[in-house]
């Protein structure tokens, strides 16, 4: 009996689309049989890593961290935690982005007044650097090359707290000191164009 033409189009399409239907049911099979057989990823735990590249000397801010994801058996020891306060942390040496920050990064905690900072700062002579000591109290000047110009005080017996040992060799030498938010703030303005350098005195005050 001849078909008639309609029904054979009809025919047609419904075979080709079986064969679809049929071609995509076997792709999927053999995905879902792919993801079955593949094992799980494997368990990651969150730590606390650099933003950015950080100099040595530096105490991170909250912009300068971010929380990375590692897989368990890659976790460094001693890594430190999202949430751990480093606001009187200082960092040993130099950090490159991304990298975990661990406790060896840091120099042993750093004690500073409440409503004061660690701040770090370079002096060119790295053999002035070498008379000081965690604990001692200076002075702070910045100088500028002209010899018509004196030195000027910018702070007044603030207390060394932390000496970082040089990773590069870069001159001169980081100290950070306990100071102000004010006296922070001067600092930075006087290490742009001038030369900061210290003197050791016995006031306590």
């Given amino acids: 009996m001849r078909i008639p033409s309609p029904l054979r189009e009809l025919f047609r399409a419904a075979r080709w689309h079986r064969r679809l239907l049929a071609g995509v049911a076997a792709a999927a099979a053999v995905y879902f049989g792919l993801v079955a057989l593949s094992p799980p990823p494997p368990p990651t735990t969150a730590v606390l890593a650099a933003a950015r ?3 040595g000397g530096a105490v991170p801010a909250d912009s300068d961290l971010r929380t990375l994801d590692l897989p368990v058996n890659a976790v460094p020891d001693g890594v430190l ?8 942390r200082v960092l040993s040496g130099p950090v490159r982005s991304g990298e975990p920050l661990t406790d060896a990064r840091f120099l042993a905690p750093v004690s500073v007044a409440a409503g004061s900072l660690a701040y770090p700062f370079r002096i060119d002579d790295a053999d002035i650097s070498a008379l000081l000591r965690v604990g001692d109290r200076v002075n702070l000047y910045a100088a500028t090359s002209s010899p018509a110009e004196s030195a000027n005080l910018l702070a007044r017996a603030v207390r060394v707290v932390a000496l970082p040992t040089p990773r590069t060799t870069t001159s001169g030498a980081l100290v950070v000191v306990a100071t102000s938010p004010e006296v922070a ?11 900061i350098t210290v003197a050791l005195t016995p006031d306590t005050s």
């Fill in 53 to 55: 590249d950080l100099a």
């Fill in 185 to 195: 703030t001067r600092l930075a303005q006087a290490t742009t164009n001038s030369r």
């Fill in 81 to 88: 935690r999202p949430g751990t306060d480093l606001r009187a």
